[in-house]
């Protein structure tokens, strides 16, 4: 089982829709959680962080985080065509020797005028 | 200005020879990790380093090496025991370990 899992997609979405993009986590330590966008050819860059259960909006986009399933997710509403990339979900948790942040392996979006 | 510098941007290596990629930050990050990304491919951890003068393979540590001299900088070192080298190599630092990492611009790596 993979640590963190995406659908690698593409997922196509028409402009000024919401654009929904999923990612599970195996280690149940694990207690912070990122999603990064990176364009082709550029390196990441981060959007949201989440390290508490519920929801967290930051403009256009809100992050949601499950500890209990597992589960953290990406909303991107009024998508844009400057929206497609890949979106990498990205986790850590703390320890001596144990901390490390993995990724997923992205899920693309793609977003149609 | 405050950020994480990568170099070469692009960098050619002949068979059988060690080559260096260089991470500076200026951001007075803890920790700072080394990512591999093949075309298509998520990033997959390399080594990882909380504190200067410690570090930890990641999931990918054959054929790489690396130093945690000053807190500033992580060199990688790509050896000739790495038999598939060419790929981009992404270098990220965070305040702590467990907490928002940021990207420098990437090294793309071409044997030749």
């Known amino acids: 089982q993979k640590e963190v899992e995406q659908n690698s997609g593409p997922l196509s979405v028409p402009e000024g829709a919401i654009a929904s993009l999923n990612c599970t986590y195996s280690?149940?330590?694990?207690?912070?959680f990122f999603w990064y966008r990176q364009y082709s050819g550029k390196s990441p860059e981060l959007i949201m962080s989440?390290?508490?259960?519920g929801d967290k909006e930051d403009g256009r986009f809100t992050a949601q985080l499950n500890k209990a399933s597992q589960y953290v997710s990406l909303l991107i509403r009024d998508s844009q065509p400057s929206d497609s990339a890949t979106y990498l979900c990205?986790?850590?948790?703390?320890?001596?020797?144990?901390?490390?942040?993995?990724f997923g392996t992205g899920t693309r979006l793609q977003v149609f005028p | 200005d405050g950020g994480i510098t990568q170099s070469p941007k692009y960098l050619f290596r002949k068979e059988g020879q060690n080559v260096t990629l260089s991470c500076e930050q200026n951001l007075n990050h803890d920790a700072m990790y080394w990512y591999r990304q093949d075309p298509g491919q998520g990033l997959r951890l390399i080594y990882y380093s909380q504190i200067v003068n410690d570090f930890q393979k990641g999931d990918i540590a054959e054929g790489y090496s690396v130093s945690r001299e000053k807190k500033e900088s992580f060199p990688l070192t790509v050896t000739s025991a790495q038999k598939n080298p060419t790929a981009f190599y992404l270098c990220?630092?965070?305040?702590?370990?467990?907490?928002?990492?940021?990207f420098g611009q990437g090294t793309r790596l071409t044997v030749v």
């Open positions: 280690d149940r330590g694990s207690q912070s």
């Open positions: 990205a986790v850590s948790r703390l320890g001596y020797n144990t901390d490390k942040l993995i």
């Open positions: 990220a630092s965070s305040p702590l370990a467990n907490t928002e990492a940021f």
């Open positions: 989440i390290y508490s259960n």
